[in-house]
Nanobody
Framework: QVQLVESGGGLVQAGGSLRLSCAAS????????MGWYRQAPGKQRELVAY???????FYADSVKGRFTISRDNAKNTVYLQMDSLKPEDTAVYYC??????????WGQGTQVTVSS
């Protein structure tokens, strides 16, 4: 059974930073493309960034230059370093396979709130 557990969210002022973590179990983590998604109130969930098994990365235009995705295959964990946060980054953040998420893998997510 796949389990994805996100952590590291919180309340931060605009311009601040947070580092999210996603611990995975029940999958062969190292071969999977892993991504971070977010869903703001009243909006659809969107792909923020993903990283391949070879550490190639993709970023949505809205976060390019501010967010950095990384992975530690030995720890089955993917990270999202978020810098220069903006109020519009406020959302619940999730990890999942990417660029196509696996529907049954969605976890609880972690709330990120950026105050102005």
């Amino acid at each position: 059974q796949v389990q994805l557990v996100e952590s590291g969210g919180g309340l931060v002022q605009a311009g601040g930073s947070l580092r999210l973590s996603c611990a995975a179990s029940g999958i062969i983590f190292g071969i999977n493309v892993m991504g971070w998604y977010r869903q703001a109130p009243g909006k659809q969930r969107e792909l923020v960034a993903y990283i391949t098994s070879g550490a190639s990365t993709f970023y949505a235009d809205s976060v390019k230059g501010r967010f950095t995705i990384s992975r530690d295959n030995a720890k089955n964990t993917v990270y999202l370093q978020m810098d220069s946060l903006k109020p519009e980054d406020t959302a619940v953040y999730y990890c999942n396979t990417a660029p196509s998420p696996t529907r049954k893998n969605w976890g609880q997510g972690t709330q990120v709130t950026v105050s102005s």
